[in-house]
């Protein structure tokens, strides 16, 4: 069966605020390697025909091509990212051949997602337009309501992570509507322009680093050489 086309847009835009670092937590290392570099180079192993596409904030692009010379980086290409995460989707959409079948969108400092995750949500997207991976929750809910707090049934929740991957004509024309505050997400862009999304399973080391303790969490990952 013929490979589906795909191109890989790799959003790393975060200012680093909740690290509390110098620099954005993408360029943390992990394994002395850095986030970044981790999440390009499983993408070009699951995929190694794929275009892959960074998004960066503008100030930190130099920054990134010198940086990433140091270290054994994968074939990527960068551009400008926006003031939002939409925007740089947006971006990351337009500097993308439009011969492509699939496009997969993914957190940078998602360092973790597995060649076979990736290519289950490849296949996913290929059957059914779409593929949001998804895990269970596992931990307990409660909702507040004024002072008062009631526990949340946790049986039909899902968290949510990346690589969210779309048949490209379907992002296309999500991606060509006005930004919006409730776009948390890809899916969600996709579900406004009235596309439905498909959930597909993801993985409990699909880690998003956005704090100093996620950090201690993926050097841990790192050494089991997930």
């Not at 059914?128 to 002072?147: F, H, L, Q, T």
């Not at 968290?159 to 948390?184: E, G, H, K, S």
């Not at 439905?196 to 399973?201: A, H, I, N, Q």
Request: hydrophobic share 40%.
């Amino acid at each position: 069966m013929e490979q589906p086309r795909v191109g890989i847009i790799i959003v790393a835009g975060g200012s680093g605020s909740r690290m509390g670092g110098t620099l954005p937590k993408q360029f943390s290392l992990v394994g002395g390697e850095p986030i970044l570099a981790r999440t390009i180079n499983n993408f070009r192993k699951a995929l190694p025909a794929s275009r892959i596409v960074v998004v960066l904030p503008a100030e930190y692009i130099e920054f990134w091509k010198n940086f990433s010379a140091r270290f054994n980086v994968a074939k990527h290409s960068v551009i400008e990212g926006g003031k939002e995460r939409f925007h740089s989707v947006k971006s990351g959409i337009e500097s993308l051949s439009c011969e492509l079948d699939l496009i997969a969108v993914q957190d940078g400092v998602r360092p973790f997602a597995s060649k076979d995750m990736i290519l289950r949500a490849v296949e996913c997207a290929s059957k059914n337009g779409s593929a949001i991976p998804v895990v269970k929750a596992v931990d307990s809910y409660r909702a507040i309501e004024g002072e008062e707090s009631k526990i949340v049934d946790r049986t039909p929740l899902r968290i949510v992570q990346t690589p969210q991957i779309f048949a490209a004509p379907i992002l296309r024309v999500a991606y060509d509507t006005p930004f919006r505050a409730d776009f948390t997400d890809d899916a969600s862009v996709v579900e406004y322009s009235g596309e439905k999304v498909t959930l597909c399973e993801g993985e409990y080391t699909n880690i998003k680093i956005t704090t100093p303790s996620d950090l201690v969490i993926a050097e841990a990952i790192a050494k089991t050489d997930i």
